[in-house]
């Protein structure tokens, strides 16, 4: 049996991932189809202290005021965040990337309901914070719960909007970015199946 607060952001990740018929919708219907059937729970770890976590209750606010199914995923994962495994990426070079930016994996391997087929996380960027440019094997949609501005390859940095869904195809390099305010996004990866 799964927990509330999961089943009700998966049922609204999956409204609210809704792409017209191609590659986006393909990576959309291979995640939530998969998650129709839960995985085994996996224990919360120990409370994190990172000072970025401090933006999630302004990054909650905001998107509580979001259009649509925002406030309701909003809601949803404000009630998962005080259990999530939250990790950053090590950055010597720039530390105030490092310092500035929290994700968990709330599905996943490492997530609150471990699987290995699909991931659903949670990112979080202080005001001001970019992610690098990086590229992964997995398509991957997001789920734009906050301000703030996605960039693929060397193209233009566009805002989606509170609501909005970014897609990444499989291995393209993109970025985010906070502007004035904390950014928070969902994300979900769909990993590359295997060949038979």
């Known amino acids: 049996m799964r927990n509330t607060d999961l089943q009700t952001l998966i049922d609204g990740l999956a409204s609210a991932a809704l792409f017209p018929p191609g590659e986006a919708a393909d990576a959309a219907a291979h995640v939530f189809t998969a998650l129709k ?12 202290n990172m000072p970025v976590l401090r933006y999630l209750e302004p990054a909650f606010e905001d998107a509580s005021a979001g259009p649509g199914i925002v406030p309701v995923i909003a809601t949803a994962v404000a009630a998962l965040a005080p259990a999530l495994p939250w990790y950053r990426r090590a950055d010597a070079a720039r530390p105030e990337f490092e310092n500035g930016h929290a994700n968990a994996q709330i599905i996943g391997p490492n997530g609150l309901e471990v699987r290995d087929d699909v991931v659903i996380g949670v990112s ?11 590229q ?9 719960m906050s ?6 390859e060397d193209g233009p940095w566009h805002r989606p909007g509170r609501g909005g869904l970014v897609f990444n195809p499989p291995n393209i ?15 979900c990866l769909a990993p590359v199946p295997s060949p038979d």
Do not use: C, F, K
């Open 173 to 187: 390099v993109h970025a985010m970015r906070a502007g004035d305010t904390p950014l928070l996004a969902i994300w």
């Open 147 to 152: 301000d703030g501005e996605w960039r693929q």
């Open 124 to 134: 979080l960027m202080a005001p001001g914070i970019q992610y690098p440019d990086h």
């Open 37 to 48: 059937s839960p995985g085994p729970a996996n224990a919360p770890p120990p409370p994190s």
């Open 136 to 144: 992964h094997p997995p398509a991957e949609v997001y789920v734009v």
